[in-house]
């Protein structure tokens, strides 16, 4: 059955540095999601994506984050400088198109855990 | 902005008990999603209902759009059960395709042997 999969599974990082968090969705899918849940917190909205622009992004996503999709496969998210906040599970989610009129499910990657020191 | 609240926020039983997670939401959605996160934190999307009821195994999700409220239920609870159960709303709006999801806090349900 195909997956959203995301690398690496546990990154590092001292603060201040650039990190890129990569997921590869499922393959006919379209519209792209990034998530992310502080630890003991609920899981909350960054990003939305589709068409190679951004649909809609949370106050959160401020000028730090940043993604794309280079190839065609990959969807990742960029932040610049991190912060120690910025220490969480980060989710990809993956959604196909629309079949008609209605929602359809979306499924999210495993998840990378940063750690900002 | 929509709110999604969840109880119980811990939920202990024993195993083969009949469990029940309650979820409600302030604002018109287009779909109500109950996923189910594992101790190492994947999650994975067990129902996505816009009405009525589903079931999939022992699990059953209900929803009374009218009211808001929408329910798992989980028959003859087992220990493998244990995990963090979350409900999570999509917007109601004409951009499907583009279904930002708003999660409650989850439910961390145990099930003792």
């Known amino acids: 059955e195909p997956e959203v999969t995301q690398t690496p599974s546990h990154q590092v990082t001292q603060m201040g540095q650039e990190v890129i968090l990569r997921c590869v969705p499922i393959?006919?899918?379209?519209?792209f999601y990034w998530y992310r849940q502080i630890l003991g917190q609920k899981v909350e909205f960054l990003v939305s994506f589709y068409n190679n622009e951004i649909s809609e992004k949370s106050e959160i996503f401020d000028d730090q984050f940043s993604v794309e999709r280079p190839d065609g496969s990959n969807f990742t998210l960029k932040i610049r400088s991190t912060k120690l906040e910025d220490s969480a599970m980060y989710f990809c989610a993956s959604q196909r198109a629309p079949a008609g009129r209605g929602p359809n499910e979306q499924f999210f990657g495993p998840g990378t855990r940063l750690t900002v020191l | 902005k929509n709110e999604v609240e969840q109880s119980p926020q811990n939920l202990t039983a024993q195993e083969g008990e009949f469990i029940t997670i309650n979820c409600s939401y302030s604002v018109g959605i287009s779909a109500l999603h109950w996923l189910q996160q594992h101790p190492g934190g994947g999650i994975v999307s067990l129902f996505m209902?816009?009405?009525g009821k589903k079931k999939h195994g022992r699990l059953i999700a209900t929803i009374n759009i009218q009211e808001k409220h929408s329910s798992l239920h989980i028959t003859a609870s087992h220990p493998r059960d244990s995990a963090v159960y979350i409900c999570?709303?999509?917007?109601?709006?004409?951009?499907?395709?583009?279904?930002?999801?708003?999660f409650g806090t989850g439910t961390r349900l145990t099930i003792i042997p």
């Open positions: 209902l816009s009405s």
């Open positions: 393959s006919n899918h379209l519209y």
């Open positions: 999570a709303a999509s917007p109601h709006s004409d951009n499907f395709g583009n279904e930002k999801l708003t």
